[in-house]
């Protein structure tokens, strides 16, 4: 079976400020990646893994300022995991999952000549986080986990499911426009309607048609169909233990229903080592364009990452 590159505007304004490479890995299909900085062994570089069906331009505030804190250079690699993005699908549906995933991270990071990494992930990106952990453990110096845990909530999968199938069977750039915007005003109160714009660039364009096209392969939230309101999934705490190799941030945005507050709770019971921090009135994805959270992931990769190389902070 082919290779299915995917089809995305070529001057789709989510991917203007990130142009991409592509890294080529197992069976062909390809992953795309974005650097800023400078890859060397002065600073360990920040992998940026966004969630389920998200892409790397979720991390653009992010990346951004990454590059006035290292002086221009600080390393930050932004990925698009295949199905997402600028990478290509899957061959199968069945090849999606948080295990392909991570082997595909550390086939990226050996692509790039990067040998230690500190992981920032958001969401799916984060259990990708955790198994790259328990099955690389030295590549790993530090782990940032927003929005993310060992404990999947059922609830937030139906609403992303539903609030998709809404949006995709709109009609009219209009409709599809107004539709987003109620959706996400809910995750982002106060947010003005042109930032709320901006977020719909990041997972979807809109085609001559007036139809939304999500910038992912449907058959991921076509993965998700059998889960319920209620259900009650697999807790993974083994997963999250497998962090215990490094320094570890745990992030959760007030509003989201990916992760629910007395998992966060747990975690950060289970590692009171972890620095622990609440982004106030916004869910998920976080927006990452606040000054406090800002400043407090930069330090903590600053600090991990001089720990690491055995300098001053």
Known sequence: MATMPRTVPTDHPAFAPLPATHVVLAGGVRAAV?????????????????????????FTEFAAYFRRVGG??????????????????RKRSGDYGSLADAVDVASVLAALGIGRVIVLGQGHGGQVAMTLAARHPLLIVGTILLDS?????????????????????????????????RILGGDYPGLPDDRLDTLIGRNHFIDRRGRARPLYDQRLID??????????????????????????????TQLTDQLRRETFDEMTRRRPDAVALTIAGQGSPALFDQREEIEA??????????RALGRAA
């Open 149 to 181: 845990g060992p404990v999947t909530d059922s609830r937030g999968i139906v609403r992303l499911r539903s609030n998709l199938a809404h949006v995709e069977a709109l009609r009219g750039a209009k409709a599809v426009t107004a539709g987003f915007r």
């Open 223 to 252: 993965a998700l169909a059998s889960i319920n309101f209620d259900d009650v999934l697999m807790a993974q705490w083994p997963m999250f233990d497998a962090l215990t190799c490094a320094p570890l941030m745990l992030l959760r």
């Open 34 to 58: 974005h650097v800023s900085g400078q890859l060397s062994g002065r600073r360990l570089p920040v992998i940026c893994i966004p969630g389920y069906q998200r892409n790397m331009s979720d």
């Open 72 to 89: 221009g250079d600080w390393p930050v690699v932004l990925l698009d995991l295949p199905g997402r993005g600028r990478a290509d699908d």
């Open 297 to 306: 992931v930069a330090e903590f990769v600053l600090q991990t990452s001089a």
